[in-house]
């Protein structure tokens, strides 16, 4: 039986490109060459890839990218994306879960939930970061946004997906958050590229800082700042509040 994410992104990828939440891509990697402080010589890797935004518009900006991501769907149109613009671009099709890099990259980036809080349990969500870890060279950066656990404690997750909802995109409906777990419950109702109605059983994994900072230590990177994350205005000005829905976290190795 395939996970709700498996499903999701099985035949979405172009509805997956007008959502909301796809809109900061420049702005977003304005950041991130700024993290590496515009060196072209930084190879990056880009966890859960999805439909190539980051990855095309990094390696328009000189930079070579690797993106991974475990839906054939998404990465079709990634490659798709990445033809039209005359790019070559390494897009591989992996599980983030298991290890495929070692000491292979400068920086890796995982944003909007690329897999990570996606997964079923704690255990694989930390093997996500396990392998993003194994695939930075020691020194190298690892920038990633998470949903911030936070915020369902003073916020409906609820209002918030009915506030964002666009005509013609992905709703969230029956919102349940477990105290205990801090996952939400929902049920998502979408129309995919075939213009089929889905709806599927979801859950995410929100996370606390100090959480994000145990995990982090424990994989011994040496730096970890947590802020919070604005679409497509990343910035460390931004100082994590609950008003996040989902924080930015940049760590070096």
């Known amino acids: 039986m395939k996970q709700w994410y498996e499903q999701l992104f099985e035949n979405y990828a172009r509805t997956y490109d007008n959502e909301v939440f796809?809109?900061?891509?420049?702005?977003?990697?304005?950041?991130?060459?700024?993290?590496?402080?515009?060196?072209?010589?930084?190879?990056?890797?880009?966890?859960?890839?999805?439909?190539?935004?980051?990855?095309?518009?990094?390696?328009?900006?000189?930079?070579?990218?690797?993106?991974?991501?475990?839906?054939?769907?998404?990465?079709?149109?990634?490659?798709?994306?990445?033809?039209?613009?005359?790019?070559?671009?390494?897009?591989?099709?992996?599980?983030?879960?298991?290890?495929?890099?070692?000491?292979?990259?400068?920086?890796?980036?995982?944003?909007?939930?690329?897999?990570?809080?996606?997964?079923?349990?704690?255990?694989?969500?930390?093997?996500?970061?396990?392998?993003?870890?194994?695939?930075?060279?020691?020194?190298?950066?690892?920038?990633?946004?998470?949903?911030?656990?936070?915020?369902?404690?003073?916020?409906?997750?609820?209002?918030?997906?009915?506030?964002?909802?666009?005509?013609?995109t992905a709703e969230c409906k029956n919102c349940s958050f477990d105290l205990m777990t801090f996952r939400d419950h929902n049920t998502t109702e979408f129309i995919d590229d075939s213009g089929n109605k889905k709806s599927l059983d979801c859950n995410e994994r929100f996370y606390v800082p100090s959480e994000i900072t145990w995990l982090l230590k424990s994989l011994h990177f040496r730096t970890i700042d947590i802020y919070g994350a604005k679409l497509g205005a990343f910035s460390r000005n931004h100082k994590l509040t609950t008003e996040d829905f989902e924080m930015l976290v940049i760590a070096e190795k």
């Open 22 to 168: 796809t809109k900061g891509t420049i702005g977003e990697c304005d950041f991130i060459e700024k993290e590496i402080n515009y060196d072209k010589s930084v190879k990056i890797l880009d966890i859960g890839c999805g439909t190539g935004r980051h990855t095309i518009e990094l390696s328009k900006r000189g930079y070579l990218v690797t993106g991974i991501d475990l839906s054939e769907s998404q990465l079709q149109r990634a490659k798709q994306k990445a033809s039209a613009e005359s790019l070559t671009i390494d897009f591989q099709k992996h599980d983030a879960r298991t290890p495929h890099f070692s000491n292979a990259f400068g920086l890796v980036i995982m944003l909007c939930e690329g897999g990570f809080a996606l997964m079923e349990t704690d255990e694989m969500n930390f093997q996500i970061l396990q392998n993003a870890t194994k695939a930075l060279k020691d020194g190298g950066k690892f920038i990633f946004t998470t949903l911030n656990g936070l915020f369902p404690l003073f916020h409906s997750v609820k209002d918030f997906y009915a506030a964002e909802k666009k005509e013609g």
